[in-house]
């Protein structure tokens, strides 16, 4: 898939067929446009993290740590961390003000390889596999109400999963302020789906049900392993927090609404997932927690009754944002790195009409379709933590390298340089756990990301392709562009 158009000619002449198609369309600027505002950017990240996690399984935390107090305390201590990371993601974020995230400071940082690996990480394990099964828990749960009294068949399941995807997709590629919109009313419906379970849980509070409260920590298990695997359980219940990062490009004024988008919205995240476990053992004890396959749709279940069932809709609906957040995301990450010769450069080229990356949007539905397609998705989901505990990483050397390799770059934005290293101590720590907790699953990911070696090699190293696969290459290029009607975009020295 890593292969580039062999040489020079062929760009330009590719190029100029697409400026041509462009101009006779009446097209001055060919270029993302700068259309999301900082509460369109808070949105968005809330959006993201909070998925299906907190309504149906929040106990990898309290299976570990044993108690509803130390539970709650672990909560806190992950949305902390998670918040410091985010933080040190908006140092970056400023001081290299560019869309692609982490793959733009890795190259800044190492070079084009290391850079190379970190999208073909995000590429080939990370999107794929964390749409297509966000796309499978929506289709389950917006069918859950129809299927009472058995499962929901798996024709069914798929058939809604791959609808849900391409409804989705579409709307990325025809406007990004509806995707954003989208976006926003997602948020909204998941934050009252929570706000309505702290209400009854504090109301049930109010009556006098602090049964689970009292003695909060009796039977805490304080081990240092119980407590690493509990974090690890919690750190990635906030996942999502970097994805606002890939669109720094359409970010107005990401000086100051990238760092201000990600405190807000971190603060937002974990005060609500700790007031909303305060709610769940307000209602459910510790066992009924730990028996439960949807914990929210459990608690609508003793507190609601008849209306329960809207339970299950509000969960599917909230995992809806979360894929909406990470198309929208990840396909500026895979635009940027085309961009840079690292994917087909047809990746890299934007709709002359909406003005959207509509190539790498389809190549995340295509790519989704085919991980939905596998019937162990859910241990595809397990390769994640160690493709994701990778690139973090390397994200936070990169940033301690940077403060020696380039100290005099401006930084809007600049953290003391102990709490880099402390994170990137935290995350060689959260990779080596995952090695051993999922070997199987980490070697698998290791083979993965090895295949993408060749590929570099092939695809960007080998510049003089023989005329036969350049010419191949070219006409394939110009054939997507004709269907697809999209072309480069406009650099900013030709636009002034």
């Given at each position: 898939?890593?292969?580039q ?17 462009a101009?006779?369309?009446n ?22 993290i ?9 106990v990898?935390?309290?299976q ?8 709650c305390?672990m909560?806190?201590v ?9 933080l040190?993601y908006a140092?970056?974020g400023?001081t290299?003000?560019e ?17 190379f ?7 080939i ?5 964390c ?9 389950t749960?917006?069918?859950r ?8 068949p798996v ?10 995807i391409v ?8 406007n ?6 989208i976006?926003v009313?997602?948020t909204a ?6 706000f309505l379970?702290i ?7 109010g ?6 409260f009292?003695?909060a ?12 695997i509990s ?15 890939f ?6 004024d990401?000086?100051r609404?990238?760092?201000?988008a990600?405190i ?12 909303a476990?305060i709610?769940y053992?307000?209602?459910l004890?510790?066992?009924e927690?730990l028996?439960s ?10 507190t ?6 809207i ?16 198309c929208?995301?990840?396909s500026?990450?895979?635009f940027?790195?085309a961009?840079?010769?690292?994917l087909?450069?047809?990746i890299?080229m ?6 959207t ?11 989704t379709?085919?991980?939905?397609s596998?019937?162990?998705i859910?241990?595809?989901?397990e ?13 936070f ?9 380039e ?14 290293i ?17 070997p ?6 290791v ?19 023989p ?6 290459i070219?006409?394939v290029?110009?054939?997507i562009?004709k269907?697809?009607?999209v072309?480069p975009?406009?650099?900013?020295k030709e636009?002034?």
């Open positions: 898939m890593v292969i158009n062999g040489d020079a000619t062929r760009n330009r002449a590719a190029d100029a067929s697409s400026a041509s198609l101009s006779s369309n097209v001055t600027v060919v270029q993302l446009k700068k259309q999301i505002n900082l509460f369109h950017a808070v949105c968005i990240i809330v959006g993201i909070i998925g299906s996690g907190i309504f149906v399984s929040p990898g935390i309290l570990n740590v044993k108690s509803v107090g130390m539970s305390v909560w806190a992950c949305g902390v961390f998670s918040a410091l990371c985010a040190c140092e970056l400023v290299i003000p869309s692609g995230g982490e793959y733009t400071y890795i190259k800044r940082a190492f070079g084009d390889f290391p850079a690996l970190a999208m073909w990480i995000n590429f394990i990370i999107c794929p596999v749409v297509a099964a966000s796309c499978l828990i929506f289709a749960y917006i069918l109400p129809f299927f009472l009294d058995c499962d929901p024709t069914s399941i798929r058939l809604i999963a791959a609808l849900v409804f989705l997709i579409l709307v990325n590629c025809v990004v302020k509806w995707a954003t919109k976006q009313v997602i419906s998941k934050l009252l789906a929570l379970i209400v009854i849980g504090f109301v049930s509070m009556q006098g049900n602090v049964e689970n009292n003695k920590f009796d039977g805490s298990d304080f081990s240092a392993g119980a407590i690493a974090f690890y359980s919690g750190f990635w219940a906030f996942g999502g927090w970097s994805y606002l990062n669109l720094t490009d359409e970010l107005i990401p000086h609404n990238l760092p201000l990600i807000i919205s971190m603060t937002i995240v974990t005060l609500v997932y700790l007031v476990n709610a053992f307000s209602v004890t510790p066992m927690m028996r396959s949807a914990v929210a749709v459990t608690f609508a279940e003793q609601v009754g008849v209306i329960a069932w339970m299950p809709v509000l969960i599917a609906i909230s995992v809806m944002g979360s894929m909406n957040g990470t929208l995301s990840m500026r990450l895979f940027v790195g961009r840079n010769s690292h087909p450069n047809i890299s934007i709709n002359y009409k909406y003005l990356p509509a190539p790498s949007l389809l190549t995340i539905l295509i790519l379709l085919v991980m939905q596998f019937e162990e859910f241990f595809l989901i390769m994640m933590g160690f493709g994701f505990a990778i690139v973090l990483t390397c994200v050397a990169g940033q301690i390298y940077l403060r020696f390799k100290p005099d770059i401006p930084r809007p934005i600049k953290l003391p340089i102990i709490l880099p402390f994170l990137l101590a935290i995350s060689l720590l959260i990779l080596v756990l995952t090695c051993l907790q999922k199987a699953e980490s070697l698998l990911a083979i993965l990301i090895l295949a993408g070696v060749p590929l570099y090699l092939i695809g960007v190293l080998w510049r003089s392709k005329r036969e696969i350049s010419d191949l070219h006409q290029t110009c054939f562009q269907i697809l009607l072309v975009q406009e650099k900013s636009l002034k």
